[in-house]
């Protein structure tokens, strides 16, 4: 018990933390589909496409990129980042076929903070190898493999000791910014993982 109330306190005081960080590049009140031509005109707008278009950033980013695709080269390992949607991150898919179904791990590294995400997905393939085209089911940690607990324990461990990023909490999606308008989110919608990823979690 004592445990959970440490973790859930630490847990607090890490969203207050990015909380205030969200506030440098998304503008507080002002409709992003209302109001567009006024946002794009904030400084935490331009805030925000300097630092996803940053060079340095980008540099880093290529040597994560090109030293996992090294060490981890037994799954398909390919860039699946939208870099004119204005993605806040880069995101990667390392793929792996077991039993006929396509086992997808997603990763993904922040432009705008030192953290990471990295979960599994399930892709139905038919007899073809052809993925189908519906939503990737997300597979809990309960449900992985040894060899996908594996993977994940490895590769999680030599992103935050070799790159210093930190694993984000999924269950932040659940964290709604109130007063944030992002591209096609009114208010109300937009999470903290919208803040420092991607629109949709599942892609």
Do not use: H
């Not at 207050?16 to 005109?41: E, F, G, R």
């Not at 940053?54 to 980013?61: C, F, H, I």
């Not at 940690?141 to 909490?169: A, R």
Request: hydrophobic fraction near 35%; aromatic fraction near 16%; glycine fraction near 0%.
């Amino acid at each position: 018990m004592k445990q959970s109330i440490v973790k859930k306190s630490l847990d607090t005081y890490e969203i207050l933390i990015l909380k205030q960080i969200v506030y440098l590049y998304y503008p507080s009140n002002l409709s992003a589909t209302k109001k567009t031509d006024d946002y794009i005109k904030t400084q935490e707008f331009i805030n925000l496409k300097a630092s996803i278009n940053s060079s340095s950033r980008k540099e880093n980013l290529e040597k994560l990129e090109n030293e996992i695709s090294v060490k981890f080269n037994e799954y398909k390992f390919q860039k699946v980042s939208l870099d004119n949607w204005l993605d806040r991150a880069e995101c990667y898919w390392l793929d792996i076929i077991v039993e006929n179904n396509l086992l997808r791990y997603k990763l993904q590294l922040s432009k705008l903070i030192p953290y990471f995400t990295l979960f599994l997905t399930e892709v139905n393939l038919d007899s073809d190898n052809r993925i189908f085209e519906s939503p990737p089911k997300i597979i809990t940690e309960n449900q992985y493999s040894q060899k996908s607990k594996d993977l994940v324990t490895n590769l999680s461990e030599y992103i935050k000791v070799n790159f210093g990023l930190k694993p984000f909490n999924l269950s932040w999606d659940n964290y709604i910014l109130e007063d944030i308008s992002f591209q096609d989110f009114d208010f109300g919608n937009f999470t903290l993982y919208n803040a420092f990823f991607s629109n949709n979690l599942k892609y």
